[in-house]
């Protein structure tokens, strides 16, 4: 069973159509959550860490909140160049702090 | 150059053959992964070279052999692989590896023929 859970799989909007990604975790006791970005091609690139519940952070269009149970990635108002897989990461309580990755939601904004 | 290099970019290699895979970093961090990306599976980490733990995913088959020389080097020696492996191949950094997002590499998309 995956302790990240993230949906939906695959996203298309339009340019200017706000919506929300949803990364759900098993774990309690969260340590952190991290959000990045993975444009084809290419590493993933680092957006946020969240480290407790009611906790949000903001970069350009984006807007990540964090709860008991889970986080969502806001975007609003999209343009095509955020079109890309965003990819949810939550570190676990324990001995070791390497994170464990959800599946992705691949974001596609049409003009 | 700034952040984290990996070379090549693109590997098509027989069953019988040896490579290696090599990743550079230039931000001074103390912390290095090797991950493995398949097509809609998570990330999945294979090892981690850090001053605070040194991990290895024990279901990486022994095939795959990582060398950490220093703390901006890492490798990937791949022997005798299967299809099966074809994949990318990102490796990471982090300054620390408690609560740090990590800086990834563009990644190796390795072919096994």
């Known amino acids: 069973e995956d302790q990240v859970t993230q949906s939906p799989e695959a996203l298309r909007l339009q340019e200017g159509e706000s919506s929300s990604l949803n990364c759900s975790y098993t774990v309690s006791g969260l340590r952190g959550l991290f959000w990045y970005r993975q444009d084809p091609g290419k590493g993933p690139e680092f957006l946020f860490t969240l480290y407790s519940a009611g906790e949000e952070k903001e970069k350009e269009r984006l807007k990540a909140t964090l709860t008991k149970k889970e986080s969502f990635l806001h975007i609003t108002a999209p343009k095509p160049e955020d079109s890309a897989t965003y990819l949810c990461?939550?570190?676990?309580?324990?001995?070791?702090?390497?994170?464990?990755f959800g599946r992705g939601t691949s974001l596609i904004v049409h003009p | 150059e700034t952040g984290v290099t990996q070379t090549p970019r693109h590997l098509v290699m027989g069953m019988t053959n040896k490579k290696s895979l090599k990743c550079e970093q230039h931000?001074?961090?103390?912390?290095m992964y090797w991950y493995k990306q398949s097509a809609k599976k998570p990330l999945e980490l294979m090892f981690v070279?850090?001053?605070?733990?040194?991990?290895e995913n024990n279901s990486v088959p022994s095939r795959f052999s990582p060398e950490c020389p220093n703390s901006s080097h890492l490798f990937l020696h791949l022997h005798t692989l299967q299809p099966e492996d074809s994949a990318l191949y990102l490796c990471?950094?982090?300054?620390?590896?408690?609560?740090?997002?990590?800086?990834f590499g563009s990644g190796t998309r390795l072919t096994v023929v």
């Open positions: 990471a950094s982090s300054q620390g590896n408690r609560n740090y997002g990590y800086t």
């Open positions: 931000l001074g961090h103390n912390a």
């Open positions: 070279y850090s001053l605070e733990e040194r991990v």
């Open positions: 990461a939550v570190q676990a309580p324990g001995g070791s702090y390497i994170p464990t």
